[in-house]
């Protein structure tokens, strides 16, 4: 089947296409209808249906004699690690954790949060929570303890799973005394905390309610745990993503709608085989983690690896390739900034040739826009498709992409290719008119979502109308700009709302602004994304100074970034600001940010009619040329 015919056929008929799709996933209970909606007009897919995803990521497999069959490879440069665990072994860990869970309290509904760096016990404890009904929300390891505070407070968890530290390349991150924080900076205390020991670093469990990870399992006995029995609307997880104000938003994933799309996108979108050993080189705090570290690859029964490491400086720019080539992998997902990371330091490609990259199909890179030189530069030296596939944590699949299942169409350098078939993407201006082809507009995608798309937040039953449907009326708005062209190729351009992305890492201007202001001698501020050559864009902040300021600037300026550092995280890499004398201003008193960052990123701009005070503009351009020298 051609993508044009499979496409064409799930428009005409959606519903009886995710019927198929669903065939391949186990329902406890058969669903009633594939789609329906609810009084206030939410979709629900596969209403009435129950499951449960542990028992489709692991029993069934089991079950169909597949248990000595690697569901993880570990692979941990930074610790000097390597582990091979089978479906039996990760089903037997899975049950143990649930059990104690349960003994624990934790039940179906409760939500457990895991504050976890990439090691294996991440996997088995998404997949406990899963079997017993509780609902996951991974914290990324890079977030401050008041980050982790905020996710506390809106999950409100019984139970945190953490282990004693991260590890960063020439550094240990102790994860302990960031939980400990957090938990003293939040609204709500869990009523435990399960700590797992890592090697590098052991900490004290001495805080009420702590509990050893290792004698808890080593303690616990080999005993079944039933699978819950969940319908499919029932929440899988919550993974909080940046939203446009500093309050991060909790996206809920179902468990119905979710099965059936990952299960689905590994035929559709990777072109795996059961056979193949499938690699995302991301974290499990984001959500290409969830989708294609975790739940895909187990929902499909092939191999995931885990691969706690980074791209370059751990301690080579060799280090992917030597993985897919040791561990036979088939295909591979990560971030362009990754591969920008590897190009910057072997230029010539040499460390490829070291390895023998005879299973390596395709390379798969998303999670920002993939610039053309990156493209080219890889195919020039894998000799593989490379294929760039759009995405959003709400929609916890590729929206758009070249599907290899259905023969891939050309490639286009820039272009994310074409829409995925469920999603019906289209153009819009800010009224809601139609854009012609090839024009710039505001990307949207006509309702209903596919299956495994978000439609709540969590605590928040009002916020995800507002965020995403109430621009367009029968549309979900993406919040990225960009063009369709004549064949249907997706150029997914821009974020039209404050989010930046840095290193594949979705920012919120607006949240570091609102730290920003915390600082005394700040009267107001505005962060802008700056282009810069590896991480895509990079924050950069403008600060205007209260006139009683005593301190230089220079002085107000390590305070700010150590304060963005404290209170959001590293990740965030603010690590650029400048004091100016004013902020250019509409008359009504808008900060000006979309022309701020035109000028700061060298490109052409437009007065607006309305500014307040033009000359606020030319402290910019000076800031601009500053760089430029
Ligand atoms: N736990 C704790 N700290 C973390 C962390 C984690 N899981 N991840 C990142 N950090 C810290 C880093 O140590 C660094 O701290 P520093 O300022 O003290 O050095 C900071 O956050 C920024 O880290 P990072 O974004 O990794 O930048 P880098 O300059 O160290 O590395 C790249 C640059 C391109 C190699 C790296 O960003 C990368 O591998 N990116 C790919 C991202 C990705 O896969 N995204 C998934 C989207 S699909
Ligand atoms: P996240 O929710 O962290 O996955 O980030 C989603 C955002 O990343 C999208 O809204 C886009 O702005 C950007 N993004 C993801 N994939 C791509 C891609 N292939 N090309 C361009 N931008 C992308």
């Not at 049950?95 to 949060?113: E, F, H, M, P, Q």
């Not at 390596?360 to 999670?367: E, M, S, T």
């Not at 995405?391 to 599907?403: K, L, R």
Request: charged share 25%.
């Amino acid at each position: 089947m051609s993508y044009e015919k499979e496409y064409g056929f799930w428009k005409e008929n959606p519903e009886i296409y995710w019927k198929k799709k669903a065939s391949f996933i186990d329902w406890f209970k058969p669903y009633q209808k594939v789609l329906s909606q609810d009084e206030e007009g939410k979709y629900i897919w596969f209403k009435d249906g129950e499951l449960n995803t542990c028992f489709n990521c692991l029993d069934r497999h089991v079950n169909n004699g597949l248990g000595s069959k690697n569901a993880i490879i570990y692979d941990s440069p930074i610790s000097k690690k390597k582990k091979f665990i089978s479906y039996n072994q990760l089903l037997s860990d899975v049950s143990k954790l649930a059990n104690i869970l349960l003994s624990l309290g934790v039940s179906k509904g409760d939500r457990v949060i895991l504050y976890m760096p990439m090691i294996p016990e991440v996997i088995v404890s998404m997949l406990a929570c899963a079997r017993i009904g509780a609902i996951h929300s991974v914290v990324f390891g890079g977030f401050a303890s008041q980050e982790l505070a905020n996710r506390i407070s809106d999950s409100t968890p019984k139970v945190i799973l953490s282990a004693s530290c991260g590890l960063e390349p020439n550094k240990i991150i102790n994860y302990k005394d960031i939980l400990n924080e957090a938990i003293l900076l939040s609204f709500h205390t869990p009523k435990n905390q399960i700590i797992y020991q890592r090697e590098e670093l052991n900490v004290s469990l001495n805080k009420e309610g702590d509990l050893s990870w290792t004698e808890l399992m080593s303690n616990q006995e080999e005993k079944s745990v039933d699978c819950v029995s969940l319908k499919s609307e029932d929440p899988l997880y919550i993974l909080y993503t940046s939203g446009t104000t500093g309050i991060p938003k909790g996206i809920v994933r179902t468990n119905g709608g979710h099965a059936v799309a990952l299960y689905n996108s590994m035929k559709m979108t990777y072109d795996i085989k059961k056979e193949d050993i499938f690699w995302a080189a991301s974290d499990v705090g984001w959500v290409v983690g969830h989708s294609y570290i975790v739940y895909a690859p187990l929902l499909f029964g092939c191999t995931t690896v885990l691969y706690e490491g980074k791209p370059v400086g751990t301690p080579d720019a060799g280090q992917f390739w030597r993985v897919i080539s040791e561990h036979n992998v088939s295909t591979m997902f990560t971030a362009p900034t990754a591969i920008r990371a590897i190009k910057k330091i072997d230029p010539q490609g040499k460390e490829i040739k070291k390895y023998k990259l005879n299973n390596f199909k395709y390379l798969f890179l998303a999670g920002e826009r993939a610039d053309p030189e990156t493209i080219k530069w890889s195919i020039d030296n894998l000799n593989i498709p490379v294929i760039d596939h759009w995405w959003q944590t709400e929609t916890g699949w590729s929206i758009a992409g070249n599907f290899p299942e259905f023969g891939i169409f050309d490639i286009k350098y820039g272009s994310t290719g074409k829409a995925a078939p469920g999603f019906q993407v289209e153009i819009l201006d800010e009224e809601g008119n139609a854009v012609e082809k090839e024009k710039m507009g505001n990307l949207v995608i006509k309702l209903p979502l596919p299956p495994g798309c978000s439609s709540s937040i969590w605590n928040d039953p009002k916020r995800f109308f507002e965020a995403y449907l109430k621009k367009y009326k029968g549309y979900y708005n993406t919040s990225d700009a960009g063009v369709i062209d004549k064949d249907g190729y997706i150029s997914v351009m821009s974020r039209t709302d404050d989010i930046i992305n840095c290193a594949g890492h979705r920012i919120s201007t607006g949240s570091i602004e609102e730290i920003l202001t915390l600082h005394e001698d700040i009267a107001e501020c505005a962060v802008v994304g700056l282009k810069d050559p590896l991480k895509g864009e990079v924050p950069l902040g403008l600060l205007v100074l209260n006139t009683n300021s005593i301190k230089s600037n220079s002085k107000i300026i390590e305070e700010v970034i150590e304060l963005v550092r404290v209170k959001l995280g590293a990740v965030v890499s603010f690590r650029i600001a400048y004091v100016v004398e004013n902020l250019p201003k509409t008359r009504s008193g808008k900060i000006l940010r979309s022309t701020i960052s035109k000028i700061l990123n060298g490109e052409n701009f437009n007065i607006p009619a309305t500014i307040e005070d033009k000359t606020t503009l030319e402290y910019i351009k000076e800031i601009y040329n500053s760089f430029k020298l």
